[in-house]
């Protein structure tokens, strides 16, 4: 018999993956964001990887050009990012706009994985599924980094609405 260790050996990385792995199998709650991460992990070859983040970016619809003011805007991105959430019926819906293309890919993947949340579910999800898209390998340092800070400004917002 395996014997698990106790959680508190456990490390924070492991014990990341595991809140991970019990968010993700509410499939019926994060199905979007599920489907889109699985097309990206069953994607062996890097090139298609980065292709289909590229096509999101070309599908990602033009948004309003009232979110781009500071208050919308990613810090620590190269690219110039611009991110908001909507609240209506008790979900939000995001829109969002960036200057280049990779980035408005990654943006796009978030927007389309995230919309029609709620804000305690876009709150509560584990940044974990970031590393298991794989992305890391086609990405440069600051492009992964500014994934990253795309899903943490989302979340910022979404925080936002918990509060009112």
């Given at each position: 018999m395996i014997r698990r260790p106790?959680?508190?050996?456990l490390s924070s990385s492991s014990a990341a993956s595991d809140v991970y792995k019990r968010q993700m199998e509410k499939k019926e709650t994060y199905t979007e964001l599920n489907k889109l991460v699985e097309k990206l992990k069953n994607a062996e070859d890097?090139?298609?990887?980065y292709e289909f983040i590229l096509w999101l970016g070309k599908k990602l619809?033009?948004?309003?050009?009232?979110?781009?003011i500071p208050e919308n805007k990613v810090q620590g991105c190269v690219s110039e990012v611009f991110v908001k959430a909507s609240f209506q019926e008790g979900k939000l819906y995001w829109e969002g706009y960036s200057d280049a293309l990779i980035t408005k890919g990654l943006l796009a993947f978030l927007i389309n994985g995230m919309n029609e949340l709620t804000p305690k579910q876009v709150?509560?999800?584990?940044?974990?599924?970031i590393e298991d898209t794989g992305l890391k390998a086609?990405?440069?340092?600051?492009r992964s980094n500014g994934f990253l800070n795309i899903l943490l400004k989302m979340q910022s917002q979404a925080n936002d609405f918990l509060s009112k």
């Open positions: 106790p959680r508190s050996t890097p090139k298609r990887k619809k033009v948004p309003n050009n009232s979110i781009l709150v509560n999800i584990n940044n974990k599924f086609s990405l440069t340092p600051s």
